[in-house]
C-alpha cells in the first residue's frame, strides 16, 4: 500500500507543476508501456476520490 501511496504522490507531484495530457503525465511520471495498467490504474483512482480532474475540452489532467 505504501508503494501505491509513493506513486500517486508522484502523479499528484507532477500535476501540481502544471495541467498536462495524459500521454505528458504517463511519461512525465516514468510509465512506459510495459507498466502502463498500473498508472491508468492510479489515475483512475486519482479521479475517484477527486484528486485530479479531467478538463474534457482540453483533454488534460490537473489537481483539483
Known amino acids: 500500500m505504501v508503494n501505491i501511496d509513493s506513486k ?10 502544471t495541467p498536462m495530457s495524459y500521454s ?3 511519461f512525465k511520471c ?24 479531467l478538463e474534457r475540452e482540453s483533454r488534460t489532467y490537473r489537481i483539483i
Request: charged share 35%; proline share 0%; hydrophobic share 40%.
Open 8 to 17: 500517486k504522490l508522484n502523479i499528484l507531484q507532477v500535476l501540481k507543476e
Open 24 to 26: 505528458d503525465l504517463k
Open 30 to 53: 516514468g510509465y512506459r508501456k510495459e507498466n502502463s495498467r498500473e498508472f491508468v490504474n492510479l489515475l483512475k483512482l486519482g479521479l475517484r476520490l477527486n484528486l485530479i480532474r
